[in-house]
């Protein structure tokens, strides 16, 4: 038996979807015929991967909304235009996210709550705002993508860390409140993907990292985007609360 991901039909959102792991995610739902908006603050790095996107065979169309997920209005007012031009929302893939590394003693109360209010509140922002078209629809899947880190904890990065851990609690307790409705909601939890930001870390680092690493590889950011297309598909349909980790074997629960 073999099965083939068709999303055709289907409106996507998609968080920071202009770059990394964000724009992989992007290319993915376009390819398998879904038709997605990206939420991000940058314009210019949009425009330079539109080109790019126009390419995907399966293409049902994009669009990009520059705005902030931080900001609890703005997003309001983007996803109100989101459902204004497009008319639903099917799948939330919640990506975008920041970091702000250093030691506990060093870290800044700025670097703390940028952070947590980019990381958590600005998916709380989200979320919000798409489920209650969700709930009217009665069906939908939301995706949010935590991180290694947020179950294992990392020095240097406990403001990533406490945001990524309550994506987790978060997913599972939105799971509980709205299974009932259709709406699945679930989490992904990446290890070390190869994007730009693992791209500038020296060898030595790699190897030592790699050494923790069962597969000894970084993954793809199609790794994460594939586990993303399933939780998207009629295939996940009896899984909800859930936290897929594409780590390679660095953290086994």
Known sequence: MSFCIDLKGKNAVVTGGYSGIGLSVTKTLLA?????????KNYDKFSSIASELEKIKGNAGFSFYESDISDSGGIS??????????GK????????GIT?????????????????????????????????YMIKAKAGKIINISSVI????????????????????FTKS?????????????????????????????E???????KEIPLNRFGAPEDVSNAV????????????GATIDVNGGMYMR
């Open 32 to 40: 398998a015929g879904a038709k997605v908006a990206i939420i991000g």
């Open 77 to 86: 007012k983007t996803i109100a235009n989101i459902i204004l031009q497009d």
């Open 89 to 96: 929302i099917d799948i939330l893939v919640n990506n975008a």
């Open 100 to 132: 702000k590394d250093a030691i506990l003693i060093k870290m800044s109360d700025d670097d703390w709550n940028e952070v947590i209010n980019v990381n958590l509140n600005g998916l709380f922002y989200i979320v919000k705002n798409v489920i209650k």
């Open 150 to 169: 947020g179950e294992s904890g990392n020095a240097g990065q406990a403001n990533y860390a406490s945001a990524k851990a309550g994506i987790i609690a």
């Open 174 to 202: 939105i799971a509980k409140e709205y299974a009932s409705r259709n709406i699945y909601v679930n989490a992904i939890a990446p290890g070390f993907i190869g994007t730009n930001m693992t791209d500038k870390l020296n």
């Open 204 to 210: 030595t680092v790699k190897d030592n990292i790699k």
């Open 229 to 240: 297309l399933f939780l998207a598909s009629n295939l996940s349909d009896y899984i909800t």
